[in-house]
């Protein structure tokens, strides 16, 4: 069961690493990490279509989906994103010479 942490005003980082700490000691330190935020799977996760991403999986709010989003075609991470715009760059200016 979580349990409630007093007086938090968000500025209070320790307070909130503590309560971090807290919600996640039943999880077992070996269970896998997803995401750009390192936890474990939990609720709608979306996986990205990057060969080479180095995540691969995303929890939907830590990337800005609601739940009930619907994903048509392939979705990429915003790494993965970021380097296929620089690829089709760097293609199209080598066909261009």
Request: some cysteine.
């Amino acid at each position: 069961s979580v349990g409630v942490v007093g007086d938090m005003d968000g500025g209070d980082k320790e307070g909130m690493e503590g309560l971090a700490s807290k919600l996640y000691s039943d999880v077992d330190p070996n269970e896998p990490r997803f995401c750009s935020c390192q936890r474990i799977s939990f609720g709608g996760m979306i996986a990205c279509e990057g060969e080479s991403c180095a995540i691969e999986w995303f929890h939907f709010a830590c990337v800005g989906l609601s739940s009930d989003a619907k994903i048509k075609g392939k979705w990429y991470c915003a790494s993965c994103t970021a380097e296929r715009r620089k690829q089709k760059k760097a293609e199209k200016h080598k066909g261009s010479k």
